[in-house]
């Protein structure tokens, strides 16, 4: 019996169906790539056995996850090894000293927030670079005390893909503003680069380490400056990425600015946070004493809450550089058609597009069936402009 037919059965009774009786039906095992579960093959199939799920090589091997180029199966295998990464992290950080773990930046949840100890020789551009071309040879020096097993036969590429879920996005602002500027370099010389990161989470807060690697690849750079705009402080974050206000959400809040120690070999470089409020009442209230960022990001930030609109008029009146990331396809060229909604120009290069420098690290969506269950924070580019 399908589920409409079973709703049509109740409702002929009087009743509605109950949400027990729903999961009964949603969370009953099934395939993951169609969603059909063993209750309605048998119905379907009118034979006396049960033959293999049918079509589904021909139908679905050769279907790839846009942004990572990815079938199904490998989607599900990047997954396995994500899990298998997790267990060896947390076995380590019980067992290795305090000082390594430490240096590793293996949280208590097996995640890991880490980024290259070297200062680079000079800029050197990101487009038209890769993760592994960057990272991977450095990630498998740093981890080299994790053997490989029979489970995790090269640990480098699980562990690329987990730290890259932080880097993603000081790796983002930095190949925006190599985008938005062109030609122009001015930017990677500057004493003080100003950062505005909008509908911010509580995650990219607390990311403030991960943000020294903007001064690690701009060595003439000596001081970042951040703010941090319509942070909403709420028990209850979205369940993707923890942006969007949710039941409990308190408005934004601010903050004083304040320092922020970057590590022994930063040490004469200086980073500065600010939280401030709605974007466009912090723009109103500093006036013409607002200075214009180097970049605005916004990542992963919907364009559906209400006050989005005006921090977008905002950012287009004082023609601020800006870059919007989106977690799927779908999402990007929603918030892509909200920007030009507002009168915001979008650069080409920029319009919805994969982000070279998204996360690598699959997260999976309940809701979704099969290879759309799958994305990755920052995945996508739903704009920049200038």
């Known amino acids: 019996m399908e589920i409409e037919e079973f709703e049509e059965y109740l409702l002929d009774e009087g009743r509605a169906l109950g949400a027990q009786e729903r999961e009964l039906f949603f969370r009953e095992p099934r395939c993951s790539i169609c969603g059909i579960s063993d209750r309605l ?52 950080r019980k067992s290795s000293p305090w000082a390594d773990v430490k240096n590793l930046g293996i949280n ?91 509908k911010v989470s509580e995650s990219e807060l607390r990311m403030n380490n991960v943000f020294e690697e903007i001064l690690h690849r701009l060595p003439e750079v000596r001081h970042l400056e951040f703010k941090f705009s319509e942070f909403y402080v709420s028990t209850h974050q979205h369940a993707a990425t923890g942006n969007a206000p949710t039941a409990g959400a308190k408005e934004p809040t601010s903050t004083a600015p304040r320092k922020v120690l970057p590590s022994r070999i930063c040490k004469s470089h200086k980073i500065l946070n600010q939280v401030a409020s709605y974007y466009d009442d912090f723009v109103k209230a500093k006036g013409q004493d607002f200075i214009k960022p180097d970049i605005a990001a916004a990542f992963d930030a919907s364009s559906d809450v209400k006050p989005w609109k005006a ?49 690598m690290q699959l997260r999976t969506d309940s809701n979704s069936i099969g290879i759309d269950g799958f994305f990755t924070a920052n995945g996508w580019i739903a704009g920049g402009s200038y």
């Open 108 to 198: 208590p949840n097996g995640s890991i927030v880490w980024f290259p100890s070297r200062i680079m020789e000079s800029w050197k551009g990101l487009k038209d670079r890769t993760w592994e071309e960057e990272y991977l040879e450095e990630v498998r020096q740093a981890f080299r005390m994790i053997p490989p097993t029979k489970a995790l036969p090269d640990p480098s590429h699980a562990l690329l893909r987990a730290v890259s879920e932080e880097l993603s996005v000081p790796l983002s602002i930095l190949w925006g503003l190599e985008v938005l500027h062109a030609d122009d370099l001015s930017w990677t010389k500057r004493d003080t680069l100003r950062i505005h990161i909008l």
């Open 41 to 92: 093959l048998r119905k379907r199939r009118r034979f006396g056995h049960i033959t293999p799920h049918p079509d589904h090589r021909d139908q679905h091997d050769e279907q790839k996850y846009q942004s990572l180029g990815l079938t199904h199966c490998h989607l599900n295998q990047r997954l396995r090894e994500s899990i298998r990464l997790r267990s060896v992290l947390l076995k380590l």
């Open 311 to 359: 921090t977008i008029k905002t950012l287009t009146k004082w023609k601020v550089p800006a870059i919007f990331t989106s977690l799927t396809h779908e999402q990007s060229v929603k918030d892509a058609k909200d920007l030009r909604k507002t009168g915001t120009k979008l650069k080409k290069e920029l319009s919805p597009r994969i982000n070279p420098w998204g996360s």
